[in-house]
């Protein structure tokens, strides 16, 4: 049996699920919204067993030979109690299968411990570079003078956020140099901006499937909010280039990954991050690639 948890209507979820059900494997869904109707009891040893309960219905750990895993803060979701015994239970629910996730000898796509390093992008900026590709230089500051060197040493930088938190890639303008002195309150990392053509690469076991981007936008996941676009198309990549991915994607234990590429205009790929969970149905609908059967295969 292969275990899915997170949210129904979930993209990824659901477009590996549906390969499954056409396959006709046997799958069970754990719905997050129903987090207070279920239990759950694991015993660790010389082997791990239990059980997820709810109601009449029982799963039993030992029958679960693969998972994949897309779960959403639990405290972000409608029907969770936001205090209290509810709360305590759902967040106990979730700390217990991602616990499981770990040390099961199941496949699990992707185990939670294997995706921490997202939670720090400097850390991972460090396990891309010693896995062998090119990274920007990087300021990570609460110190408005130092990040105005940066910004008159490289002309042109960009500015997100440290942690796993989205958020929005953006040039570091004059107007926005203005409000430099706001770094004092919150660590912010900045990058030299590296000019050139992005690329999604998905990488599934040992497949590989490139994606590449046109767009003007400085991050092309928003250019529809300021009027410009995204043109997604299947790529080919370099034979060395897709086996740098492969073993950036295996060194890092990820089985599943979506790694963030842009290839310059003299020939040198750089690597942005590597996602722990992508969304990948964003590149599958606009390619065709078969990114969902990919995952669906390394499941079974």
């Given at each position: 049996?292969?275990?899915?948890w997170?949210?129904?209507?979930?993209?990824p979820l659901?477009a590996?699920?549906?390969?499954?059900a056409?396959r006709?494997?046997?799958t069970?869904?754990l719905?997050?919204?129903?987090?207070?109707?279920?239990?759950?009891?694991l015993n660790?040893?010389d082997?791990?067993?239990?059980?997820?309960r709810?109601?009449?219905?029982?799963l039993?750990f030992?029958?679960?030979?693969?998972?994949?895993?897309r779960?959403?803060d639990?405290?972000?979701?409608?029907?969770?109690p936001?205090?209290?015994?509810?709360q305590?239970?759902?967040?106990?629910l979730g700390e217990a299968?991602?616990g499981?996730?770990?040390i099961?000898p199941?496949?699990?796509?992707?185990?939670?411990?294997a995706?921490?390093p997202?939670n720090s992008k400097p850390y991972?900026s460090m396990q891309?570079?010693a896995?062998?590709?090119?990274?920007?230089e990087t300021?990570?500051?609460?110190?408005?003078e130092a990040a105005?060197?940066?910004?008159?040493?490289?002309?042109t930088?960009?500015y997100?956020s440290v942690?796993s938190?989205?958020?929005?890639v953006?040039?570091?303008s004059?107007?926005q140099a203005?409000?430099?002195e706001n770094?004092?309150?919150?660590?912010?990392?900045?990058?030299?901006?590296?000019?050139?053509?992005?690329?999604?690469?998905?990488?599934v076991g040992?497949?590989?499937?490139p994606?590449?981007?046109?767009?003007?936008?400085?991050?092309?996941?928003?250019?529809?909010?300021?009027?410009?676009?995204?043109?997604?198309?299947a790529a080919r990549l370099?034979?060395?280039?897709?086996?740098?991915?492969?073993?950036?994607a295996a060194?890092?234990?990820?089985p599943v990954?979506?790694i963030d590429?842009r290839?310059?205009?003299t020939?040198?790929?750089?690597c942005f991050?590597?996602?722990?969970?992508?969304?990948?149905?964003y590149?599958?609908?606009?390619?065709g690639?078969?990114?969902?059967e990919?995952?669906?295969q390394y499941l079974?």
């Amino acid at each position: 049996m292969i275990l899915f948890w997170g949210l129904p209507g979930d993209s990824p979820l659901t477009a590996v699920a549906h390969v499954l059900a056409r396959r006709r494997v046997k799958t069970a869904f754990l719905d997050q919204h129903d987090s207070l109707e279920w239990s759950v009891e694991l015993n660790v040893g010389d082997s791990i067993s239990g059980f997820l309960r709810n109601g009449s219905q029982s799963l039993d750990f030992a029958e679960i030979k693969s998972a994949y895993l897309r779960p959403y803060d639990t405290r972000d979701l409608a029907g969770v109690p936001s205090e209290g015994p509810g709360q305590a239970h759902a967040l106990g629910l979730g700390e217990a299968l991602l616990g499981w996730a770990d040390i099961t000898p199941a496949k699990v796509v992707n185990r939670p411990s294997a995706m921490t390093p997202n939670n720090s992008k400097p850390y991972q900026s460090m396990q891309i570079r010693a896995l062998g590709f090119a990274v920007p230089e990087t300021l990570v500051t609460t110190d408005p003078e130092a990040a105005r060197e940066f910004w008159e040493r490289h002309g042109t930088v960009i500015y997100k956020s440290v942690s796993s938190v989205r958020s929005i890639v953006s040039k570091l303008s004059s107007k926005q140099a203005a409000r430099l002195e706001n770094v004092k309150w919150c660590p912010t990392q900045f990058q030299e901006h590296i000019a050139g053509t992005d690329y999604r690469v998905h990488v599934v076991g040992d497949k590989v499937f490139p994606s590449e981007i046109e767009s003007q936008a400085d991050d092309y996941r928003y250019a529809c909010r300021n009027g410009g676009e995204a043109k997604i198309k299947a790529a080919r990549l370099p034979r060395e280039v897709a086996d740098r991915c492969r073993r950036l994607a295996a060194g890092v234990n990820l089985p599943v990954a979506g790694i963030d590429l842009r290839l310059t205009p003299t020939g040198e790929w750089y690597c942005f991050e590597v996602n722990p969970s992508p969304g990948f149905t964003y590149y599958q609908n606009a390619t065709g690639q078969p990114i969902a059967e990919a995952i669906a295969q390394y499941l079974v």
